[in-house]
């Protein structure tokens, strides 16, 4: 017997509901989602007083799981974050070739402002010329050979790396796939 959905609703986001049961008879359930979880309508029998405790539920677990970075951190990578937030708002918006290469622009932009912000001359090595400031692929190397220094840390450079060519080039990738399947 397939579910009755007695309400889509999205008052706090994306939170839907639905009654697995039928609401003449006790003994049904409500499915919440995002994040999805059950409820007994024997124990909460209104709708509106379910959705206030999951929400609020959902609050206190958001809270208690939270993890912040501390102040120096934050303004450390400042710059960085608001322009990743900025091209997280233009990609809702965007439906034009243009947009999306100014989003991939943007992209790149946070991650060069990210990539000064995380790494400095001292850490290039002895002998070896510093990469130009805004050379997102070799600083990102020199900052997995820092951070992940020695023959134990092999697999996560090598891991750190590759994610960093692929944070650099998938703005352009992405980019290039929309302009030729946009005509």
């Known amino acids: 017997m397939p579910l009755p959905s007695i309400l889509v609703d999205r008052p706090a986001g994306f939170l839907v509901f639905w009654s697995a049961g039928r609401p003449e008879v006790r003994g049904g359930w409500w499915v919440l ?44 990578l400042l710059e960085a974050w608001r322009r990743w937030e900025q091209a997280s708002e233009e990609l809702d918006r965007a439906d034009e070739a243009e947009e999306f290469q100014a989003i991939g622009m943007r992209c790149h932009e946070c991650l060069i402002s990210f990539i000064r912000s995380v790494t400095d001359k001292a850490m290039v090595p002895a002998g070896q010329e510093a990469p130009k400031g805004a050379d997102f692929k070799q600083w ?28 650099w080039d998938q703005p352009v990738t992405v980019k290039a796939e929309y302009c030729t399947t946009s005509r």
Do not use: C, M, W
């Open 140 to 167: 990102s190397g020199i900052l997995a050979d820092a951070i992940a220094a020695g023959s134990r840390g092999e697999q996560t450079r090598a891991y750190l790396k590759a994610t960093s060519r692929t944070a």
């Open 33 to 76: 989602t995002n994040p999805t979880n059950l409820y007994s309508q024997e124990t909460f029998p209104s709708l509106d007083y379910i959705v206030t405790f999951h929400i609020g539920l959902t609050a206190r677990i958001a809270a208690r799981e939270a993890r912040s970075a501390p102040p120096s951190g934050r303004d450390r």
